[in-house]
DNA sequence: GAGCACGTACTCGGATAGGTGTTGTCCGAGTGATGCCGG
DNA sequence: CCGGCATCACTCGGACAACACCTATCCGAGTACGTGCTC
């Protein structure tokens, strides 16, 4: 378990995926999803989201797919992170105080005026946190995969990428 | 919905009338509920919880109920958020990398030992967060709240309690 | 040979189930306070 | 008057459902490509 589910994990795979094929055929989501191995539906679901949220562009048809919306220097991975997980907050404020027996339902303006300070602490946290992940683009997390990633690697990537694309419609 | 549930907001207003009545009788679970006009059962719930990670002591019998197991300054509210929500990280990384069809299942060693970029950042982005919360104390969040709620209300606060405690097993 | 219309296979997209975690509820075991009884 | 004891109401603590969300899946609508026909 954890606070951010897979989506957000299959989400910027896939959009590092779609950043190193920029020029290229667009991927399909069923070609995204076998060359990581995961669910090929879950992964076309997942990017509606992306797509209503501006990040990416679908093309339909036999040759169809995805590609980015905007350079890869343009997509922030907070953006990523709201666009799949919905833009949830850290800490939803129920504003209990104001159901304080004391008050007996008619809580004094002064409390339901003044910020709940347990709130603010989380707002807080939950700015710090986002503010690490807006100043990261997902041309920086390419980057640094790519001190990991040898090239010939990724070139082999986007060889199985291209030879996927050609060998749609073609291979019956 | 929000990524913490309503039980990080619960239980942090608990323990900040807790801390309250530090010299006093301890407050009961069914108390504390009342008080706040939530759940009793679901506050008990969540003091097993906070018992466990030794953060409040029970007492039992009919003067029963709770009280900080450390001085409020020594709680963090980062200590109470692992506390309920089980410690659990902003993200958990599945190692999706590995799965490459490129590999076929035979990930190359350079994959497995180094780290995903994203958990990478994802770790980063939770430190910042945690940072925050675990240097703010419950002392510093009730100085926080006493800047905001007058003394009149805090006073009597501590006389519902006391009256409450009074009240066991005389009113029958 | 060129242009056009059609069929097809592949794509996206949303509507549809299953599993898991969180919220909320309930009842039983345990315990300290209380009142009574005996010394 | 004082100490011990049985009772009891209240507490905690864990076992028990309901709900919602996340993950995963399926099928239908739409579209670009390829092919064959017509001119």
Redesign the interface.
Known sequence: ????G?S???G??CLLHLSEAADRAPPSAKDLA?????SPSFVAKLFTKLEKAGLVISAEGVRGGFRLAKPKGDIS?LQVVDAVE?G???????E??G????YDGNPPD??TS?VC??H???Q???L??????GA?SLAD?DK??GQ???AQ?KQ??RD?FETRAQARRTDS
């Open positions: 378990m954890a606070l951010y897979s957000v994990e299959y910027l795979h076998e060359y990581q191995g995961i991975v919905g949830q907050p850290l800490f939803k404020c129920k209990i105080r159901n304080c027996i004391l002064r409390v003044s300070q347990i603010a602490l989380m807080e946290a939950e710090k946190m986002r503010g690490v992940l990261r997390l640094s995969v990991v990633v040898p690697i082999a990537s199985w």
